[in-house]
């Protein structure tokens, strides 16, 4: 069974400094993917960055950074640089392969707070 | 990526009505679309898979004929929640699976009252 684990309900960080999200998963499935979405107070969903679990690099896009450690099962979110705007929910998900029908999975989620 | 539309983005009905919610994939032909729902301040769990051209797998405890799916087009599933009742309040979001990453509709917020 798959299993995503994400144990801060709610983060502060001071604007211009870095954050890191926290993010385990359980999964049995060789191939997988790992995601993080952003969800403002609008309800959209944001997808932010993508882990393959074949990808031998963490992934980077712009100030996110996923910092991926297969052996401990963690997929952590980095944010560099904080900006009011990146204040949100944060979910960390994981899509599995084709035995699960390639559905995903969502954690709990994370309250981002960016103060200024 | 894809880009998928949901429609309405918001829907008050009365308890005992049905509501239906499009999600069109506007980009991309999508074999595979997922239902999520999402209480207030929760994650997004999910509802079913549909399957153009088949009937959608739900997930388990999730109701098959209270919530209808129809993928009757590689661009089109629609979710009807059946005789709706105030329990069926919430947030429902599509996503299409395609590229790398998902796409999500931006979801529409059902009221029952």
């Known amino acids: 069974a798959q299993k995503i684990t994400q144990t801060q309900p709610g983060m502060f960080v001071q604007e211009k400094e870095a954050v890191t999200l926290d993010c385990t998963y359980d999964t049995s499935d060789p191939s997988y993917g790992l995601f993080w979405y952003k969800q403002p107070s609008s309800g959209e969903m944001i997808f932010l960055i993508y882990q393959g679990s074949y990808d031998q690099q963490n992934a980077t896009e712009g100030r996110y950074s996923l910092n991926f450690q297969k052996a401990r099962k963690s997929a952590n979110l980095v944010i560099s640089a904080s900006q009011l705007g990146d204040s949100a929910m944060y979910f960390c998900?994981?899509?599995?392969?084709?035995?699960?029908?390639?559905?995903?999975?969502f954690g709990a989620g994370t309250r981002l707070f960016v103060k200024a | 990526g894809a880009v998928v539309s949901q429609h309405p983005s918001r829907v008050i009905c009365k308890s005992g009505t049905s509501v239906k919610i499009e999600c069109r994939s506007l980009d991309f032909q999508a074999t595979t679309m997922f239902w999520y729902r999402q209480f207030p301040k929760k994650s997004l769990m999910l509802m079913a898979t549909s399957n153009e051209g088949s009937k959608a797998t739900y997930e388990q405890g999730v109701e098959k004929d209270k919530f209808l799916i129809n993928h009757a087009s590689l661009t089109l599933s629609t979710l009807t929640v059946t005789s709706a009742h105030p329990e069926d309040s919430s947030f429902y979001i599509c996503t299409v699976l395609g590229g790398r990453g998902y796409t999500f509709g931006s979801g529409t917020r059902l009221t029952v009252v």
């Open positions: 998900a994981m899509r599995g392969g084709r035995g699960g029908g390639f559905k995903t999975i």
